[in-house]
């Protein structure tokens, strides 16, 4: 239940003296219960907006929350989750079409390191084409590299390493 001012005043509030003070009780005692009842409906109004916010965050694609969709309105990034024993070194992905793997996408993180979770994109130019297909490399400290082609990033949230020779998309 909401309460309405007007000019300053609770909507339905009889704003005269009332009974209770004209029988002597101290001032200000006269709007007590309809302070409590506002204090309710503002605290319930409150719990209301942030139930509201909890939905629209939940119906976001799980992934999604935080990030923002490229022009085409998909999300493309992908989460490197280490769960080998090993860190890793280097991350490559490219569109389907592009030949070489281009940059290593850890940069200045430089390793995933066992237990860690490291969220990757793109680089703008694959982003701008409009490409959900890539092709990644996962690079282990000991040497070890995992290949997996045709990741629809669009769609994939997470590559999960589990060991220097499995890494699977999900």
């Known amino acids: 239940m909401a309460a309405f001012f007007v000019l300053g005043k609770p909507a339905g509030c009889d704003c005269r003296l009332s009974s209770a003070q004209s029988e002597g009780e101290p001032p200000g005692t006269a709007h007590t219960q309809p302070r409590k009842r506002l204090n309710m409906a503002f605290k319930q109004m409150i719990l209301a907006a942030a139930a509201a916010f909890a939905m629209i965050l939940s119906a976001m694609p799980a992934g999604a929350q935080g990030t923002s969709a490229d022009e085409d309105g998909q999300y493309r990034w992908i989460d490197i989750v280490n769960r080998s024993p090993v860190p890793i070194h280097y991350f490559y992905m490219t569109d389907v079409d592009t030949r070489s793997w281009g940059n290593d996408l850890l940069g200045r993180r430089g390793t995933v390191e066992p237990g860690r979770v490291v ?45 220097t020779q499995s890494c699977a998309v999900r």
């Open 119 to 163: 969220r990757v994109f793109p680089n703008r130019v694959q982003s701008a084409r409009g490409y959900c297909r890539f092709d990644i490399r996962v690079g282990f400290a000991n040497g070890s590299r995992v290949e997996r082609r045709q990741v629809n990033l669009c769609r994939a949230q997470a590559v999960v390493c589990t060991s």
